[in-house]
């Protein structure tokens, strides 16, 4: 079965500075889906980027990317030019290619931005 | 509007009650997920239907029991409420597998904060 684990329960960034999440997964397959998810106070879970464990690429959106290192099983969340909305739950989740499958998800980390 | 909806929002209740929390998603999504989050935060699947199908039930007790009259319905009947039950319940759905690849961004309701006392 696959495990999703985030070292980090807490993280504080400066307003405008970048913080990077932490990330790691085990898994026996090739193939697969990881994801970063926010969940702010108001509990509604936001999708903030995808990696598609085929691409080589980093995904990135705007101010968010990911340092993606297969071979380590890395999955890493980078936040540039942090803004006090970006404060939240920040969950790491990894989903199988098998038909239907769940996503598991990291513990969680908590981020507070500093003003 | 909104793309999946839960209702109620909140829900408080007496233990040894029968409750449902209802979802719905209008993103023409084939597969649909519930989701507890305990107190710690910890989020864990439940079940999984695709097409009205159960294929994920992931060692919930027997009183939890899912229903989806349509694909883009699932709801959470819960018989005999337990205080171990109180938990955010949160409702997803992706589209399932689209041309040989299956597409599963998971987009998720807002949440039903169940508390059972």
């Known amino acids: 079965a696959q495990t999703v684990t985030q070292s980090q329960p807490e993280m504080s960034v400066q307003e405008a500075e970048t913080v990077t999440l932490s990330c790691t997964y085990d898994?026996?397959?090739?193939?697969?889906?990881l994801f970063w998810y926010k969940q702010p106070p108001s509990r509604q879970m936001i999708l903030v980027i995808r990696?598609?464990?085929?691409?080589?690429q980093n995904a990135t959106e705007n101010r968010f990317s990911v340092n993606f290192q297969k071979a380590a099983k890395s999955f890493s969340l980078k936040i540039s030019d942090s803004q006090l909305g970006d404060a939240a739950m920040y969950f790491c989740?990894?989903?199988?290619?098998?038909?239907?499958?769940?996503?598991?998800f990291g513990a969680g980390t908590i981020l507070r931005v500093k003003s | 509007d909104t793309a999946v909806s839960q209702t109620p929002k909140y829900l408080v209740t007496q233990m040894g009650n029968d409750k449902s929390i209802k979802c719905e998603q209008n993103?023409?999504?084939?597969?649909m997920y519930w989701y507890k989050q305990d107190s710690k935060k910890f989020l864990k699947i439940m079940f999984s239907?695709?097409?009205?199908?159960?294929?994920i039930n992931e060692t919930v007790p027997n009183r939890f029991s899912p229903k989806s009259p349509d694909k883009a319905h699932l709801n959470l009947h819960i018989n005999s409420l337990e205080l171990g039950d109180s938990a955010v319940y949160f409702c997803?759905?992706?589209?399932?597998?689209?041309?040989?690849?299956?597409?599963?961004?998971?987009?998720f309701g807002p949440g039903t904060r169940l508390l059972v006392l």
């Open positions: 997803a759905s992706s589209q399932g597998a689209k041309a040989g690849r299956i597409q599963e961004t998971q987009y």
């Open positions: 898994t026996s397959e090739s193939d697969y889906y």
């Open positions: 990696q598609e464990a085929y691409k080589q």
């Open positions: 989740a990894y989903r199988s290619m098998e038909y239907g499958n769940k996503l598991v």
């Open positions: 993103l023409g999504h084939d597969t």
């Open positions: 239907y695709n097409n009205k199908e159960l294929i």
